[in-house]
């Protein structure tokens, strides 16, 4: 198996996070969306790593892994505060600083 | 030259007297007047001092000059603030502060009910120093700003009762009209100091005889038409009957003895220019003789008697025009029918003045009618104005007016009879309606339509009048013996000493041709007004009256030939600043806005097509590197 078929699956998910971060309303899909962009990013860095020989790749990998607990813990918290003022978890209902 | 420290302060002290009594305000309404007919009187005391001074020189010592500062400096080009006081200044510096003076006095009892009475003094006042300006200055930037000042004093007096429209309008009118002069005087010295490099009289004057004829025809017709603003001469002549929406002594003081005068002053004064430019004499002339039969007709259908007495004013100015028109002979018989006329005049208007402060401010004549009776000392000193006026001997216009026409006769050849019989014809139509004035007001049936008797003025009215009567019966006959003003003025308008060409008619004829002229206007003025008036004006009349009531046309005229295409002018360059100028501004502004909201909506607050604009950017980032990198 060529292990290029690693980057079209890194692709292929990263494809679908941005579509639907983009296409769904919900703030919680939009969040694992997200999270899929994330780790479609590390799949490809992974696969990176593999490919040069080193461990460069795998190293930014659990950066990205880090970073990503992180914005989870901030991103429920807003999401969940937002909820409990607004009582609905649209992201479009969230549209208060146009005005 | 001698010089005095003196004259500066002839024009200062009704300048800062004016300035005073404007800033004051009300503190200075209980002695504002006597202040200012102080001041008058003072002025008029400094000039007695200077006639004196300069009687005890020699006759080429007599100018006196003071350089007051230098006023612009610039390379070669420098202009003095700098005054000049000569034999022809210092007639009118009495002319003007004398019955300035007089006017001042009378204008304290006439105008004691008015509650502006402090400011209108202040406007006298700043007439007094800007007329003074006008003829002492010794160059014609100078004369210049006295002349601009006149003008703003008059805007400023005629529009005193500026709470009626009609009066506010006509001290536009005059306004205006002076600046369409105001321009001539100013193209006037832009040529002069283009082809010699100078605008005093006396550089000019030294280099009159180099110039080339067409740039003096030039100067000469511009200076022309100045005059013919200031002075309501044809084709400009239309303001004068409406400025008698001013205050009587201003129509006495301003519209009849000074201001309107300072045409004649100019080309008088111009009298090296224009004796080296006989078209513009010649167009001088012609001005001069339309003007005098002009105003004499109207003056012959004006039933208001300031407005009567405009006319009048009109027609004897076109006397004087006419006389400088025919050269050095000519200056000095102008300047005596003008300081006579400024007696006699002043005189009748002060008198009408009168008749209506006894009449409650009615000017119409057909309302009055045996007023005689009433106000006999009014009668009296404007009756010997009316015989002055006429030429009766041995009063004071007769003796100016016959010398012109006189001098009119002389000119020689068919423009000489042409002229002498415009002048006596002249003489005729102003006997005609001096006397239909006398009759309307003074004689004949009582037509005032109220029970209220007309009372005597105050005494204070009454000693200006006799004073500028007595001008008006003596004045002539000194002026005239001994050829008194002629030697005196020789020196300024005529000093290669030039004399008739031929005396073709002698002056014992012209005497009595005038005379003869006069009667026959008198009689037949008596035989058409000696019955009843009606106090209707009639309205079957003949085209002529018609004509004459309506100023002879010239205000339908200058609005049907300047105003109206002037107004459509401005509308179309009006609408050209609005739909061009401004569509250009407004299409700038309104890109811009057009551009903000469009660029707007991309700020719609949902996250999602700001993730969708992100992802879209990303992407064509992407391709953009992929492509330039390929």
Known sequence: ?99 | MTTSSNLVWLIALPLICSALLLLAGKRANAWGHLVATLVSASAFAIGVVELFAMLGRDVQDRPVTQKVFTWISVGDFKVDASLLLDQLSICFVLLITGVGTLIHIYSIAYMSHDRDRRRFFAYLNLFIAAMLLLVLGDSYLNLYVGWEGVGLASYLLIGFWNEKPAYATAAKKAFIANRVGDVGLSLAIMIAFATFGDVTFKGIQAQADQASSSAMTAIGLMLLLAAVGKSAQFPLQAWLGDAMAGPTPVSALIHAATMVTAGVYLITRSNFIFDAAPTAQLVVIIIGVITLLFGAVIGMAKDDIKKALAASTMSQIGYMILATGLGPIGYAFAIMHLLTHGFFKASMFLGAGSVMHGMKDEVNMRKYGGIGKYMPFTFITFGLGYLAIIGVPPFSGFYSKDKIIETAFNAGGLKGVLLGVATLFGATLTAFYMTRVVIMTFFGNERWGHKDEPHESPALMLIPISLLSIGSVASGFLLYRNHALEYWLKPIVNPAGEQHLEELVQPIVVSALAVTAVIIGVSIAIKKYRGEISSEAPVKVNLLTKAARRDLYQDDFNESVFMRPGQSVVKSLLNFDYKVLDGLVRLVGGISIGAGQSLRKFQNGYVRSYALMMVVGVLALLITVWLMSS
Not at chain 1, 74 to 98: C, F, P
């Open chain 1, 1 to 99: 198996m060529s292990i290029a078929n690693y980057l079209y699956l890194s692709a292929i998910l990263f494809t679908i996070g941005a579509v639907g971060v983009v296409v769904r309303r919900n703030a919680i899909v939009v969040f694992m969306c997200i999270e899929l962009m994330l780790n479609a990013a590390n799949l490809a860095f992974v696969t990176f790593a593999r490919i040069n020989g080193n461990l460069d790749g795998q190293v930014v990998a659990f950066f990205t892994m880090v970073v990503a607990a992180c914005e989870v813990v901030v991103g429920l918290a807003i999401i969940v505060t937002i909820y409990r003022s607004r009582r609905s978890a649209s992201v479009d209902d969230a549209s208060l600083l146009k005005r």
